[in-house]
């Protein structure tokens, strides 16, 4: 019944910016904490950041000072702002919902399906 649906995803060079979205919906689902991981070809999927329903906020250490999460004022619907992109952030991006906003993928009970970020240099 809990949807999730990223979009935003895409091809960017080195240094530039993109934004991703995700569209919330179903029963509760505003009460839940929503995060972005990612998972880069051969590796282990990597919190990135999560946002609580009072606006508190995470990040990964990678991503410190370069990406921001912010959520709408209904809360359905939570971005993530990319900046100074580097190769290394190439990776399928996953939105989620959890109760909190914990760095630990499977303490997340919905996952959408993904939306690719490449960066080249």
Same mark, same amino acid.
Request: charged fraction near 20%; aromatic fraction near 10%; charge should be positive.
């Given at each position: 019944?809990?949807?999730?649906?990223? %979009?935003?995803?895409?091809?960017?060079?080195?240094?530039?910016?993109?934004?991703?979205?995700?569209?919330?919906?179903? #029963?509760? &689902? %505003?009460? &839940?904490?929503?995060?972005?991981?990612?998972?880069?070809?051969?590796?282990?999927?990597?919190?990135?950041?999560?946002? %609580?329903?009072?606006?508190?906020?995470?990040?990964? !250490?990678?991503?410190?000072? #370069?990406?921001?999460?912010?959520?709408?004022?209904?809360?359905?619907?939570?971005?993530?702002?990319?900046?100074?992109?580097?190769?290394?952030?190439?990776?399928?991006?996953?939105?989620?919902?959890?109760?909190?906003?914990?760095?630990?993928?499977?303490?997340? !009970?919905?996952?959408?399906?993904?939306?690719?970020?490449?960066?080249?240099?």
């Amino acid at each position: 019944q809990v949807q999730l649906v990223e %979009s935003g995803g895409g091809l960017v060079q080195t240094g530039g910016s993109l934004r991703l979205s995700c569209v919330a919906s179903g #029963r509760t &689902f %505003s009460t &839940f904490a929503m995060g972005w991981f990612r998972q880069a070809a051969g590796k282990e999927r990597e919190f990135v950041a999560s946002i %609580s329903r009072s606006g508190g906020t995470l990040y990964g !250490d990678s991503v410190k000072g #370069r990406f921001t999460i912010s959520a709408d004022n209904t809360k359905t619907t939570v971005y993530l702002q990319m900046n100074s992109l580097k190769p290394e952030d190439t990776a399928v991006y996953y939105c989620a919902i959890g109760r909190l906003k914990v760095p630990i993928a499977d303490l997340y !009970d919905y996952w959408g399906r993904g939306t690719q970020v490449t960066v080249s240099s």
